[in-house]
């Protein structure tokens, strides 16, 4: 597939158009597009009026001196001027020319990545296409309770606590579903770096704009994001909507071996969302939060190794919702629905008995290089070229999914374990995590 960049937009805008309009980008986000070509001729007119004035300058300035030394005065002075002349149209297309890149550059930066030819043509969630599913033989268990009225009972979700602190979306976990919560964090870990080859990463949760720009969350989504108000030693900060901006960053701006790829790290951390765009959304519960707990995983690859790494990625994520014996199917993402970053998407939707539906509880984007052009992560090919020499450097790909979101796999297990009795019975999985449990009675 074509590489997402300047040059591409201005060469064929038409293959960036048809994958806007697939996306269901707004006519300005469109219109962009015929604008950064435009840009990018009016900047070669200034690239070329620079590289003149610059040669001209080059070649007066030797006739200056010897002018002078033969006493001709007059002449040098007249020299002199043009030189002068040359130099001002020199800097004056140079800064031309910056303007326009700047112009150009955050007009780009608010185009999505191109698509996957898998990526099916669709307007929203409803067309996406079930590829498969686990544990959902038979008829699957309805018209149960939601996972809030269960945890309230049980005296493990104070939701009336969490608004007093903090006000809509946020909880209070107690007890046992405290407890479980931390239990999922650790068996998830335990998981991905013991059985699925990941390296655990302990990463900051305060991060400055230019890790945010690179994996795509600016500038376009910042109202969904948590800003800081002071200065992050000297950079504008934000609180992290998810380790996908820590983790890819890490690398950033740096040259790897190829012998080093795939790069697979896992991290454990706090999420927060200002969830601007969800009003009135999900407001019951614990799914939809402004700040949770998720355990994420993020590959930096060849182009080349990227789609198995990608599936791969998807299994291991698939896999801990087999061990907690979770009903879930997979579905790969339509062209309206897929995320900015993302040219090819599957989503986990775990079956939750409460609300009678899939819901969303991974979702793992193959974002190929348009994350790493963002923030230049690139790696040097082991191959020699044609001539036995070392070959330049070429972008990574970058994965990432969760692995699992914390909060929603505590939901799905209260919605899918609960007995009769208003108890909740735990997992197996989870039982050696929790001092052997079997079942959480109310408080």
Known sequence: APTLDERLV??????????????????????????????????????????QA??????????????????????????????????????????????????????????????????????DEDANEEVGSWGCEGELPSELKWHDELGAALGGIDLEAAS??????????????ARMERALVNFFLDMHTGDHGYTEVAVPYLVGQDALKGTGQLPKFEEDLFKLKDPLNGRVGYLIPTAEVPVTNLHGGEILDESRLPISYVAATPCFRAEAGSAGRDTRGLFRQHQFVKVELVKVTTPEQSDAEHHKLVEDAERCLQA?????????????????????????????????????????????????????????????????????????????????????????????????????TVPEVLRPYMRGLEVILPE
């Open 324 to 424: 907690l014996k979770l009903p879930y199917r997979k579905v790969r993402l339509c062209s309206g629905d897929i995320g900015f970053a993302a040219r090819l998407c599957y989503d986990l939707e775990v079956w939750l008995p409460g609300q009678g539906k899939f819901r969303e509880i991974s979702s793992c984007s193959n974002c190929a290089d348009f994350q790493s052009r963002r923030m230049s992560l690139r790696y040097r090919p082991a191959a020699m070229n044609a001539k036995g020499k070392q070959q330049k450097p070429v972008f990574c790909h970058t994965i990432n999914g969760s692995g699992l979101a914390v909060g929603r796999t505590l939901v799905a297990i209260l919605e899918n374990y609960q007995n009769e009795d208003g108890s909740v």
């Open 54 to 123: 610059r040669a001209e300058r080059k070649a007066l300035s030797p006739k200056i001196g010897a002018l002078l030394k033969a006493g001709e005065t007059s002449e040098a002075e007249a020299l002199k001027e043009q030189v002068a002349v040359a130099a001002k149209l020199a800097d004056d297309a140079d800064e031309r020319v910056e303007a326009l890149e700047a112009e150009r550059a955050a007009l780009f930066n608010t185009l999505p990545n191109l698509l996957d030819a898998r990526v099916e043509d669709g307007d």
């Open 164 to 177: 007093k602190l903090s006000g809509a979306r946020f909880s209070v976990l107690r007890g046992g579903l």
């Open 10 to 51: 201005a060469e064929d805008p038409d293959l960036i158009k048809r994958s806007l309009r697939m996306r269901r980008a707004s006519d300005e986000t469109i219109a962009a597009v015929d604008r950064i070509g435009e840009l990018t001729k009016e900047r070669a007119t200034f690239v070329e009026s620079g590289n």
